[in-house]
């Protein structure tokens, strides 16, 4: 069974068992000035893949926001990297709630700069998670996901969205991005899509490159 079949098997049932209340493990980064300053922060929750998925925080590290946190890597911006456990996707519960008021009553949050962004199962967790929440977040950015609940789509038409995929990916085709893409457009939504010729799954190393940081922190509510 493919991981697209499982995901898209999984965020079915979902849609029919009430979602369980879940405080799920994550890394947290903070900004070498937050205890300086009395500044509030944007804050960027990061999605992981599903071979990150347990109980074992330090696999975040591999790649993505906590691989480059862990290589010293520094950002203007909070990084939160929940952990999805064993067995569950991000659509299996609800995570979200207890992550958000945990940052926004214990971190100097900025509640007009919340941005989302994953990959794989974390892209499809960006697009789940966005629907259900339309009213938190500035921006949102998802890479090589997807969402079968396309029929709300149109509930985020007024979130900024930068979606990545590449063409020749075999884990998730590239048209769980292009329907979404075209159901957003139709409905006249703010989404920009960049097709990677010929590239494939692993398009993490996107995470290395500024100008996706540039583009959330443009983005204000």
């Known amino acids: 069974m493919t991981l697209l079949t499982l995901i898209v098997s999984s965020k079915t049932q979902a849609q029919h068992t009430p979602k369980n209340y879940q405080k799920y493990p994550y890394l947290l980064y903070l900004p070498k000035d937050y205890n300086t300053t009395k500044d509030s922060y944007p804050v960027v929750i990061y999605l992981h893949g599903g071979s990150q998925r347990g109980q074992d925080l330090s696999k975040l590290k591999i ?28 659509s299996t519960d609800n995570w979200f709630d207890s992550l958000y008021t ?70 998730i085709p590239i048209s769980e991005t292009e329907r979404l893409v075209k159901r957003l457009t139709d409905c006249q939504g703010r989404v920009n899509f960049t097709r990677l010729e010929k590239e494939g799954h692993s398009i993490q190393y996107l995470y290395e490159d500024n100008a996706l940081y540039a583009w959330l922190l443009k983005q204000h509510k």
């Open 63 to 90: 790649y993505g926001l906590p691989y480059l946190v862990d290589k010293g890597r520094e950002f203007p911006f909070i990084i939160a990297s929940p952990q999805c456990p064993d067995g569950k996707f991000w």
């Open 102 to 171: 945990e940052l926004t009553t214990t971190y100097r949050v900025d509640p007009k700069r919340v941005y989302l962004t994953g990959i794989s199962m974390g892209g499809y967790g960006v697009w789940q998670t966005a629907v259900n929440y339309p009213d938190k977040f500035a921006a949102v950015m998802p890479l090589c996901g997807g969402c079968d609940d396309s029929t709300q789509i149109c509930r985020i038409k007024h979130m900024p969205i930068w979606t990545f995929h590449g063409t020749a990916d075999e884990v």
